[in-house]
């Protein structure tokens, strides 16, 4: 099916690679028309080119969602090039790197500055893109451009079981309580929260490589982890979160979707 945001315009953040690329070229190909939004702009800029939408359907801006004064002006460039702001999806996040040859940090390593970087990310940059959503849903309401809005997140399975980091799995668990909370209190408005929480991924984002030459076994290894036997695509995230922000969804709210192919549902026992 196609078109499932025909019309609707959106801000992505961390559209720069991984599950923000992967959207802005799932989400144009559906008819959206998109901000592309990254703190690395020449990233942003290659993710529309390899979308291939159509002239003028996305545009890259630079933002770092850590500064709330980005955030708005990537909320704001949606509407001065597309005319309004129908979605946000929080996506952008961070995780403190892995120690070469011995895996995560641990917590009790983790430094001031490993914790406060991703609490800026993390948590503040998906608050800071949910005010901004909402103010401009509420002016727009004001306007008579109609009601409502969706403000999606990319939160984890690591925010719902304890799996991939104190820190990171923290912060992801501050968002799958956000999203509920948020939901609950912009309902009246006609504004949806939902959030995605995918497992397993080969991404840039935890200083893994996708192009390595080891790609292969690193996915083969990761599958292992969920019962349906594979890693999940960064395109399984984008499509869930797509899901989300479109009207078939229309009315859902608050919830922290799993795309994690099975992993939170419990252990097989037996063979």
Not at 9 to 36: C, F, N, P, Q
Not at 41 to 46: D, I, N, Q, V
Not at 171 to 176: D, N, W
Not at 249 to 257: F, K, P, R, W
Request: net charge negative; with cysteine; aromatic share 4%.
């Amino acid at each position: 099916m196609q078109g499932l945001l025909e019309g609707k315009v959106a801000v992505i953040t961390g559209a720069g690679s991984g599950v923000g690329r992967a959207a802005v070229k799932l989400w144009t190909e559906h008819g959206a028309k998109v901000i592309a939004a990254d703190i690395d702009l020449p990233s942003a800029e290659e993710s529309v080119k390899l979308a291939g939408a159509p002239q003028g359907q996305a545009r890259a801006v630079a933002c770092n969602v850590a500064d709330p004064a980005q955030v708005e002006a990537a909320v704001q460039a949606a509407v001065e090039t597309f005319g309004r702001l129908d979605i946000v999806y929080n996506n952008a996040g961070i995780t403190i790197n892995p120690v070469p040859g011995q895996g995560l940090k641990k917590f009790v390593d983790a430094t001031v500055e490993d914790m406060k970087r991703v609490e800026d990310v993390n948590i503040n940059g998906v608050f800071y893109g949910a005010q901004s959503a909402i103010r401009q849903f509420d002016k727009q309401a004001e306007n008579g451009q109609g009601r409502g809005g969706v403000i999606v997140n990319t939160a984890s399975v690591a925010g719902m079981i304890g799996y991939g980091g104190v820190v990171y799995g923290s912060s992801k668990g501050a968002i799958v309580n956000f999203t509920r909370s948020l939901a609950i209190e912009v309902a009246d408005k006609g504004i949806r929260v939902n959030s995605v929480c995918p497992a397993g991924m080969l991404t840039h984002y935890s200083g893994m490589d996708p192009d390595s030459p080891n790609k292969d076994m690193i996915l083969e290894s990761m599958g292992k982890a969920h019962p349906l036997g594979r890693s999940i695509d960064p395109a399984d995230t984008a499509a869930g979160a797509m899901f989300l922000a479109s009207d078939l969804a229309s009315n859902i709210t608050g919830v922290n979707l799993p795309v994690d192919g099975g992993l939170t549902a419990g252990r097989k026992v037996g063979g």
